[in-house]
C-alpha cells in the first residue's frame, strides 16, 4: 500500500500544547451544569487542551440515552467562552457537520461505528470539502487497518490536512479484559504507514473500565503515541451513558501526573549503545531466516518422502511432541509459553502446506 499523505502536525491547528495533548470530557453532554463544572475542573489541567462531549450518541439499544441534540452545541460555546479549551463534538452525518460548523465547534470527531461505512464517510467528507476544520477519525469497530485508512483518505481528499486518528481498540467476540481489544500492532502499522499522522489513544474505550485506565494510557505514552483521549465526568457512576468507565477530573489529574513519559530519542552514548544492540539484532534476525529456510527444506525432503510412501501429511503424534518438547526447552529458556505456541503454530502450518504443495504439484508430472 503506498499512501502519500502530508498531514498537518498537531502544532500546526493546536499551537502551543503540553505533550502529550490531553482531550477529555463526558461521554454525553447531559446538563449545562455537568458540562460547564467538567470543563472548569479540565481547564486546570495543563495537558488538557480540547473538551469532548458527545451530542448524538450512537446507543447499540434504541431507548438508551441517545444525547442531548443541538441544544449541547449552546452549552459547548459556553465552554469556549468560560475556559481556554477547544471544543470536540462526534458527527456522523452531514446535518451534524454543518451545525457544529455553524455553533463554532472546533474539532470534529468521527466515531467508531460510523468509520465501518464507507458511505457515511464520503457524505461526511462531501460537506467538509473547502471547510477548515479538524477532523479525528476513531478506528472502526472491527480490526480492519484499510477501512481506517479508507476513512483517513476520503477526509484527506476532501482536503482537510489536519487530520488525528483515535485509538480506541477493537471489538472481538469474547472479550475478556478489555472493552476492546487494543491490538496494538495495528495502530503500530498505521504509524509505519503514515508516519505524519498523529494518532491519539482512547484508554476509556479500549478499557470500558476505571481500573485498566492507567496502564492502557502508559502503554500509549510507552509506544510514543501523540494523546490521550480519556472520559470525565464530575459524578461518573451516575453517568448517563458509559458509566462505567468515566473519571472526575481529579482522577484523571492524578492518573496523567503518574504517567512516565519518555524521550524520542536520547544522547549520543544513548543512540550509539542503542545502535551496537541494534546490529546484534539484526545479525540474529537474519540467523533466525536462514535457520527457517533450512528447516523448509528439511521440511520438502519429508514431503516428497511421505508422498512416496503414501503416508499422510497431517502426523498428529509428531506434532504432539514437537509442541511439548520445544515449550520445555522454551520454558527454561524464558521464552512465555503462549508465544512460543503461536509461532510453532505459524511454522507448522506453512510445514503443512509446503507439504500438501508438493503433493498437488506432483500430480501434474
Ligand atoms: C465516544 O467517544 O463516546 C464513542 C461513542 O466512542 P466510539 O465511537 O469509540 O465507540
Ligand atoms: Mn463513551
Redo the contacts with the bound molecule.
Sequence with gaps: MSLNLKINPLKKWLGDYKYPLVISGP?SAESEDQVLETALQLSKIPNVKIFRA?IW??RTRPGDFEGVGDIGLLWLKKVKQQTNLLTTV?VANPMHVEKCLKNNVDVLWI???TVVNPFSIQEISNVLKGVDIPVMI?NPVNPDIKLWIGAIERIYNAGIKNIGAIH?GFFIYDNKVYRNQPMWEIPIELKRLLPDLPIIV?PS?ICGNRQLLSAVSQRAMDLGMSGLMI?SHPNPSKALS?ANQQIEPSKLETLLSELIIRKQKGDIDFENKLEELRSQIDEIDLKLIEDLANRMQVVDEIGKYKQENKITVLQLKRWNTIINDRLKSGEKLGIYNDFLVKILELIHLESIRRQTNIVKNSKNI
Design positions: 461521554c458527545g450518541k450512537p462526534e466515531g467508531a461505528r476513531k480506541r482512547d474505550h472520559e458509559d
